[in-house]
């Protein structure tokens, strides 16, 4: 008799911990959703700030008077000038795509200033088939480029590896651009102005940059609210 009025409690006390446990575990996962999306909204405000900054910079640059190039200068997108010679044996090829989505290369060529400073030069954009043609280079015993000073951003994660041995190149690491050159360069490329030019393609630089992070943030934000009055509504109800 002892034994089952035993047994009993302890199944009644076994469910009633089962039933907690339960809970525990669902308000804990409702929890972790929330503050999963709360933080992805806040993400995508610091994005949205980091963003806005960005296009004043480029509003700032394209008004900008060209100054003479030199390696100190730390102005993102500071029209420069300057004039010296082109390398373009070891300039190298970025896979890129253009305004239309077609798959080309960015041609960015090292550049000596006649101030003895060396410097990456964007040229512009090229079709996969005149890689290896000369057309594309035009030597001169000095050139004059004039252009936007754009900063080097490290590569994301899922970015692949430079291949120098091809000289296909997926994001402008300056390690590798140093066992390739030679040269240590700054942090800095010029991407080249030049209406004249048609091969390669100078890159066109505006203010029209995608900024839907309010949008994203709003989005997230929405989400956790939602999760949190369902959350109060089926709690309220049973």
Not at 33 to 62: D, H, M, N, P, V
Not at 136 to 145: L, S
Not at 147 to 163: Q, V
Not at 178 to 204: A, C, H, R, S, W
Request: net charge positive; charged share 25%.
């Amino acid at each position: 008799m002892l034994f089952g009025y035993s047994f009993l409690l302890q199944f009644i006390f076994g469910e009633v911990k089962l039933k907690l446990k339960r809970i525990f575990l669902f308000q804990l996962f409702v929890a972790l959703f929330i503050i999963l999306f709360c933080a992805l909204g806040t993400w995508q405000l610091y994005r949205l700030q980091w963003k806005l900054e960005l296009i004043s910079e480029i509003t700032f640059g394209l008004d900008s008077t060209p100054i003479r190039y030199s390696n100190s200068i730390k102005k993102n997108y500071q029209r420069v000038v300057t004039d010296g010679v082109y390398n373009f044996k070891n300039q190298i090829f970025l896979y890129s795509l253009n305004e239309k989505g077609k798959p080309g290369y960015d041609v960015i060529t090292p550049f000596k200033t006649i101030d003895n400073e060396e410097v990456l030069v964007n040229r512009g954009w090229i079709t996969e088939e005149f890689k290896s043609s000369l057309e594309i280079n035009n030597p001169k015993d000095n050139a004059k480029v004039t252009g936007l000073l754009r900063k080097i951003y490290k590569p994301n994660i899922f970015k692949p590896e430079n291949d120098l041995k091809r000289n296909i190149w997926f994001s402008v690491n300056l390690k590798d651009v140093k066992t390739l050159t030679g040269v240590q360069f700054n942090n800095f490329i010029i991407y080249l102005e030049d209406q004249k030019t048609t091969m390669p393609t100078p890159k066109k630089i505006t203010i029209d940059v995608s900024n839907n992070h309010l949008k994203y943030a709003i989005t997230w934000y929405s989400i956790a609210i939602s999760i949190l009055f369902y959350y109060l509504y089926f709690r309220k109800k049973k």
